[in-house]
């Protein structure tokens, strides 16, 4: 960085992520890490750790409990439940990612332009978060997959549709705060362009809620697609989706209980991942500051 | 006779290593009629000494020594036992009017849920005190504010309720946390003459907690000034100002701006006082004062009487003496 | 007061028209035909031409707009395509059912989350605040459909406590049917509630007109709850009245997991039957719904809070 000018050495100062040893790192943060980090290699590499062919039928080994053989059973057709299990990461996983993506960097980028822009612009952006906010989220995320079709893809769809309010709503009301500290009037006075005091000074300062935020949403986004999977409005079957899993598994929850208990613990795991790495990471920024 | 003897009185928040004193072994005695005043820059510990004889901490804190009021401990009393001395034989009122309200209940519950706690008076009678006492605190029109908001009041009033809630039940020692700080100049002299006229009317004693020492040289009968935690001085009013005893009374002193000198100059002390996980072994005043030697490095002074019968915990206590008044 | 409630009124105007305008957007201008989507593919000309014109679809957007406002102010919501009934109706017989799960995990919620927020709040960072934080970050994981399916083996199929589903004739067997369903809804609510309270407790905790209480010698139980409880509650209440809105969107799920005949459930089968007048129809209801709700949480909020109608 060839500039020296104040502003922009004390911003780099504030931006610079310097990560504390791991000793120091808060628990939440490393057990979280960890779930997820094994979640996604999971994700990536299903064929490495799923014994089996995940849609392959077996009619002689229908609705087996838990053996050596299907640690976690078998389904009504004979598949084996920790194949799908595991090959359902990929699916997921994904879903966590792409359904969050979006909303995350349009909203964050809507917010930080209305915060710093403030007045009319403002007025309106509420007025349309308040709107927003009437419709049950999962109701209209329905409704817009009833017109679009069922199916993963027109899902990303309808949660970006709506999803981005939310990170637009945090990042604004974090950057109306940094807008009003010293050295936003700095670049200011530098004569930065708007564009880069919002982009390069005030949205890295004020982006930590966001961040935080779309920790806990691709939890949500997770549950969300499962549900979605459920009604059979998400992942179709035979797709291996945890969701899906648990749908087929409801005519068998007393005669065959893994089918369903442990794609839901798969559920419960990974969004505990995404909730513990979203606390740590408050933690983590919060004592940054 | 004293009303109140303390004895070592420490008050501590957290446990293990990150414990922290705020108040460390304090004594001191309030006789009855009598007005005491705390003094001390902010950090110094004279807040959480005055919620300490009430076991009033917040979270986390811890109380030990001996707090003695009509011959019982109040650091070993029972939760009834300390109800039962709270708000009914001693009252305390705070410096911030506009938090020590609770927001969202009109002020007649609030005086009304004191005098349920502590006195017979029921229905018809309790409304009637409660407006005796809003009166009694000077508030116009007290029947109809009874029903209204603590936001609805100026600051000055709202001090005024707060009082009023405080001597609801006629206490006989009322303990203030800095009650004219948050005000403006001219309130502050209302706020101080009602505390004292109705001091004399109810035959309360009064512990006043500040750091106005013009506060303390218009109100008060004694006072007791606080450093890091522990009092450095005790005394008369009168013959602390005569002839200050420790080198930071001296130094508090110097810096209070006169009216009457004009234009003279306003020595402040120089640096902050310690923080509470950092005090300086010794004296704790040490890096900042002019009198220190090796002992105040080394040796803690402590609180004896060293100036005629004055306590001091200087140990220089007659050099500084010896210099007067800077005032 | 009055004026507090007359202004929050007029606000629900430019809601209502929003709301209108957003379902009006998703049902033209969303890519998919609703006519072949009803009829399938091979559909004939003529038919898709008369759902069209049932439909109200050959005409010009502006044109379409001001019928459709107009038809939901009158309250014509038009009619189910499958059931031939006005869809009014329907939700009619159909939303109090969701309504009263509704009401009913949200009192849940708060029986649950009340208690033990204190609990946290006063033991905080101590075993039972480790406890019961830990717990309710796993049941904040749980997805509501398998909560709801063991719960319905576990409770109703295996131990026989309470129905498999459907929605009873009387209200004490309406209130019996919806206790499994509406425990389900509850969890994760309860979930959010209790740590939203928790932090306000703690909050609230060492406010000076706590201290200014307890200085006064009343009863710890008077303290928790008068001056404690009751400002703790003041900024809980914003996120329970948002919370409504998620409650319906999970009533959606839990109905269909209980076989409950609410609006959730109706919702479900009609997008399934590709029902579009009722899916639209639901969709603004159940906003106008939460908008109300909102409403009445700001009442709510500026009774318990003398400060919010200055």
Redesign the interface.
């Known amino acids: 960085m060839s500039e020296s000018a104040q502003p922009e050495a004390a911003d780099a100062a504030r931006r610079s992520v310097r990560l504390p040893r791991p000793g120091h790192l808060p628990l939440p943060f490393i057990g979280g890490a960890l779930i997820l980090g094994l979640s996604v290699f999971v994700a990536a590499f299903p064929g490495l750790f799923a014994p089996y062919d995940p849609l392959a039928f077996d009619y002689n080994a229908v609705l087996q409990g838990p053996s050596a053989a299907h640690p976690f059973g078998t389904d009504n057709f004979g598949r084996d439940v920790l194949s799908r299990v595991i090959h359902a990461y990929t699916i997921d996983m994904q879903i966590a990612i792409f359904a969050t993506i979006f909303p995350f960097v349009f909203g964050t980028a809507v917010g930080a332009l209305v915060g710093y822009a403030g007045g009319i612009a403002e007025t309106i952006f509420g007025r349309v978060v308040d709107a927003v906010i009437t419709f049950p989220f999962l109701v209209l995320v329905i409704a817009i997959v009833s017109v679009l079709g069922p199916g993963l893809g027109n899902m990303y769809i309808a949660v970006g549709l709506v999803g981005w309010v939310f990170y637009a709503r945090i990042t604004a009301a974090e950057v109306r705060v940094q807008k009003r500290l010293d050295y936003a009037d700095a670049g200011r006075a530098m004569g930065y362009t708007h564009a880069r005091i919002i982009f390069r000074h005030l949205l890295p300062n004020a982006i930590t809620p966001a961040i935080v935020y779309w920790m806990t949403d691709m939890a949500l986004a997770i549950l969300l697609g499962s549900s979605l999977g459920y009604l059979g409005l998400g992942a179709q079957p035979p797709a291996a989706e945890w969701g899906v899993q648990i749908a087929e598994a409801k005519n068998f929850m007393s005669t065959a209980w893994w089918m369903g208990v442990f794609p839901g613990l798969a559920i419960v795991v990974t969004g505990l991942g995404f909730s513990l790495l979203g606390d740590g990471l408050a933690e983590l920024l919060r004592t940054r500051r | 006779m004293s009303l109140l003897r303390v004895r070592d009185l420490t008050a501590t928040f957290g446990a293990g290593a990150s414990r922290l004193t705020a108040v460390n072994r304090v004594s001191f005695d309030v006789a009855q009629g009598e007005v005491l005043g705390l003094v001390g820059e902010s950090g110094s510990g004279k807040s959480v000494t005055l919620?300490a004889l009430?076991r009033?901490l917040?979270?986390g804190g811890a109380v030990s020594g001996r707090v003695e009021w009509e011959g019982r401990d109040l650091v070993t009393a029972g939760?009834r036992e300390?109800?039962?001395?709270?708000?009914?034989q001693i009252?305390?009122?705070?410096q911030?009017p506009m938090?020590?309200?609770?927001?969202?209940?009109?002020v007649r519950?609030q005086i009304e849920?004191?005098l349920r706690?502590?006195t017979g008076l029921r229905g018809r009678a309790r409304t009637a005190r409660a407006k005796e006492l809003l009166d009694l605190v000077g508030i116009p029109d007290a029947g109809r504010r009874l029903d209204e908001?603590p936001?609805q009041f100026s600051g000055g009033m709202r001090q005024r309720v707060?009082i009023a809630?405080?001597l609801a039940s006629e206490p006989r020692l009322l303990l203030a946390d800095e009650p004219t700080t948050a005000l403006d100049v001219t309130i502050q002299d209302q706020i101080l003459k009602l505390i004292l006229d109705l001091k004399d009317q109810l035959g309360m004693s009064v512990v006043l907690v500040t750091h106005d020492l013009g506060v303390v040289a218009e109100t008060c009968d004694r006072m007791a000034v606080m450093y890091a935690g522990r009092i450095v001085e005790t005394g008369s009013v009168t013959d602390v100002f005569a002839r200050p005893a420790h080198a930071y009374t001296a130094g508090l002193m110097a810096s209070v701006p006169r009216a009457s000198a004009a234009r003279s100059v306003l020595h402040s002390i120089e640096g902050t006082p310690p923080q509470l996980d950092r005090v300086p072994p010794g004296c704790a005043f040490h890096p900042r004062c002019r009198f220190a030697t090796d002992i105040c490095r080394r040796d803690v002074p402590a609180l004896e009487p060293r100036v005629g019968e004055r306590l001091s915990a200087c140990h220089h206590a007659d050099a500084v003496a010896a210099e007067g008044s800077p005032v | 007061m009055p004026e507090f409630i007359a202004r929050r009124l007029v606000q629900l105007i430019p809601t209502l028209i929003f709301i209108l305008v957003v379902v009006f957007v998703l049902v033209r201008l969303l890519p998919g035909d609703p006519a072949s989507a009803v009829l399938g593919d091979r559909a004939l000309d003529a038919d898709v031409e008369r759902i069209n014109r049932e439909l109200g679809l050959d005409r010009s957007i502006p044109v379409q707009f001001w019928v459709f406002v107009k038809s939901f102010l009158t309250g014509d919501l038009g009619n189910s395509i499958s059931l031939r009934i006005p869809v009014t109706q329907l939700i009619a017989d159909r939303l109090p059912i969701t309504m009263l799960l509704t009401l009913m995990a949200a009192a849940i919620a708060l029986i649950i989350a009340i208690p033990l927020a204190f609990v946290a709040a006063l033991r905080r960072e101590r075993l039972p605040d480790t406890l019961i934080r830990g717990g309710f970050q796993v049941g904040l994981s749980m997805p509501v459909f398998y909560i709801g399916l063991v719960l319905l083996t576990v409770f109703g199929a295996n131990l026989r406590w309470f129905p498999v589903g459907g929605y009873g004739d009387t209200f004490p067997e309406h209130l019996y049917h919806l206790f499994l369903p509406a425990v389900t809804l509850a969890l994760s609510l309860s979930a959010i509630l209790m740590r939203n309270l928790r932090a306000a407790i703690i909050e609230v905790l060492d406010a000076d007109y706590v201290t200014f209480a307890r200085s006064k010698g009343l009863r710890t139980r008077l303290i928790l709850f008068r001056h404690i409880l009751r400002n703790a509650l003041i900024s809980t209440l914003a996120l329970f009245g948002l919370s409504i809105g998620t409650l319906l969107g999970g009533a959606v799920i839990t109905e269909t997991v209980f076989a409950i005949p609410g609006a959730g459930r109706l919702m479900v089968d009609s997008i399934y039957g590709r029902d579009y007048p009722v899916v639209q129809g639901l969709t603004v209801t159940l906003a106008v719904v939460v908008s109300i709700t909102f409403l009445l949480t700001d009442l709510l909020q500026a009774w318990l809070d003398p400060r919010v109608t200055k």
Request: aromatic share 6%.
């Open positions: 919620r009430l009033l917040p979270v939760d300390l109800r039962a001395v709270r708000g009914r009252s305390m009122i705070f911030e938090t020590s309200l609770n927001p969202v209940l009109p519950v849920e004191n706690a502590h908001f936001h707060m809630i405080a």
